[in-house]
Nanobody
Framework: QVQLVESGGGLVQPGGSLRLSCTAS????????MAWYRQVPGKERELVAI??????QYLESVKGRFTISGDFAKNTVVLQMISLTPEDTAVYYC??????????????WGQGSQVTVCS
């Protein structure tokens, strides 16, 4: 059974930094990509950062402030966040997509980590 466990998050003042980490266990297929999403109440979940196939992409509003690092050998993905603003307040979810030998993709999700930015 695949399980993604997130750590990090919490309360920080504007301008502060936080680090989110996500480790997956039970994965037997190859990992296609790793990503972080976030969601605020009443809004759709949005993609924050994604890494895979040698490329990395970010949500425009977090470029230059957030850094995603994926260790595909250790099944771990980290999101380093600096210069946080109240608009970054959300529940953050890690996502890992695997691809089986037969070409089937599966998405797995972490439990979610609350990030709150306020003074």
């Amino acid at each position: 059974q695949v399980q993604l466990v997130e750590s990090g998050g919490g309360l920080v003042q504007p301008g502060g930094s936080l680090r989110l980490s996500c480790t997956a266990s039970g994965i037997i297929s190859s990992i296609n990509r790793m990503a972080w999403y976030r969601q605020v109440p009443g809004k759709e979940r949005e993609l924050v950062a994604i890494t895979g196939d040698g490329s990395t992409q970010y949500l425009e509003s977090v470029k230059g402030r957030f850094t995603i690092s994926g260790d595909f050998a250790k099944n771990t993905v980290v999101l380093q966040m600096i210069s946080l603003t109240p608009e970054d307040t959300a529940v953050y979810y890690c996502n890992i997509r695997t691809r089986s030998r037969t070409g089937i993709y599966w998405d797995y999700w972490g439990q979610g980590s609350q990030v709150t930015v306020c003074s």
